[in-house]
């Protein structure tokens, strides 16, 4: 009965270590993979844009300036469906699809469809998903540091303390 009793407690412990180590890289959490599904409203965008900033005798020089753009009721949506596809609305209308996926270093990615019914440059290129808080990420481009667009649930307030804006 002895040995009855310390087998069963060592499958038992062995099962539970098993069960606790997660080799696909996921949470356990089924919230927190899932953080971007839902509907969601572009409120901001930031662009880093030259401009003129002086006349030389010879010619201009410019200088990097950040500007914001702030929508109080966006109808730039975007749906993040659980089967790892999205969509992209202007107001009721669809403008875009595609795919999106979470990867290791806890951000999100997706990718537009693009082909021949769709080849619209703006489409093409990974966008990153950095996410803040339960309602509000920023969407940055591939290989391009000038533009940050933000989003957050729709009808929520977003959680603007927790991100650190190029412009206030």
């Given at each position: 009965m002895k040995n009855y009793v310390?087998?069963?407690?060592?499958?038992?412990?062995?099962?539970?270590?098993?069960?606790?180590n997660n080799d696909d890289g996921t949470a356990d959490n089924p919230e927190e993979v899932n953080q971007v599904i839902g509907d969601w409203q572009m409120y901001r965008s930031e662009s880093l844009e030259s401009t003129l900033d002086e006349w030389t005798?010879?010619?201009w020089t410019y200088v990097d300036q950040w500007?914001?753009?702030v929508f109080e009721d966006s109808e730039i949506l975007?749906?993040?469906?659980?089967?790892?596809?999205?969509?992209?609305?202007?107001?009721t209308v669809e403008t875009a699809n595609g795919t999106w996926e979470k990867i290791e270093d806890g951000r999100y990615l997706y990718n537009y469809t693009v082909d021949a019914d769709n080849t619209n440059d703006a489409f093409v290129g990974t966008r990153f998903i950095t996410v803040y808080c339960d309602?509000?990420?920023?969407?940055?481009?591939?290989?391009?540091?000038r533009s940050i667009s933000y989003y957050r649930t729709r009808s929520t307030t977003e959680c603007s303390s927790m991100i650190t804006y190029n412009v206030e």
């Open positions: 310390l087998n069963a407690f060592i499958i038992l412990s062995l099962i539970s270590v098993m069960s606790c005798g010879t010619e500007f914001k753009s975007i749906t993040f469906n659980s089967d790892g596809t999205f969509t992209e609305f202007y107001a309602n509000t990420y920023s969407v940055t481009k591939e290989n391009d540091d």
